[in-house]
């Protein structure tokens, strides 16, 4: 969810009931604000690598590595692939995605073609050259800090179809 469009009082409600019931918070991590805030709240899953920042700041990392030390666990689905983070020219020039049935299953065929039609003007945004070099970073980062990693996706964002996007992060 986007924690910083939350008063405290809503996004402390979310957390103390989600861990009652003994179920885990995940929220966005793609910017430095966004992970700042999910550390102060209690998040367990923090979602995406952002590229705002080279590398993620000091007090983030000294953050997670109490959390970590003390608990509770913390876990972050990077979902490198799927947002075309580092794969949006290649996704942008298969169309066979597009046309894959088993990427439809189940959904009406008014919004199969929407999606189609929308591929029709899909243009992926030029990547950064540093893209790479940061998420690399930013991944060594949480490793060396403790974090467990997870396979995972909320995916299914411009340009990706979800069954897709979670082939793209594998």
Do not use: C
Not at 32 to 48: C, K, N, P
């Amino acid at each position: 969810f986007f924690a910083e469009r939350m008063t405290p009082e809503e996004r402390s409600a979310i957390i103390t009931e989600a861990h009652a019931r003994g179920k885990k918070v995940a929220a966005h991590g793609q910017t430095d604000a966004e992970v700042r805030l999910g550390l102060a709240m209690g998040i367990d899953d923090f979602q995406h690598i952002g590229i705002d920042s080279s590398e993620y700041a000091s007090d983030i990392i000294a953050s997670l590595r109490e959390r970590v030390k003390n608990g509770p666990p913390v876990y972050w689905t990077p979902t490198i692939g799927a947002n075309n983070l580092l794969n949006g020219a290649y996704t942008a020039t298969k169309p066979e995605i597009v046309d894959d049935p088993e990427a439809y299953l189940g959904l009406p065929a008014p919004l199969v073609a929407e999606v189609k039609e929308g591929w029709e003007t899909y243009k992926p945004r030029e990547p950064r050259a540093d893209t790479e070099a940061i998420v690399k970073r930013k991944i060594a980062q949480l490793q060396d800090a403790g974090v467990t990693l997870v396979f995972g996706s909320d995916e299914g964002s411009a340009g990706e179809l979800a069954r897709h996007a979670t082939w793209m992060d594998a």
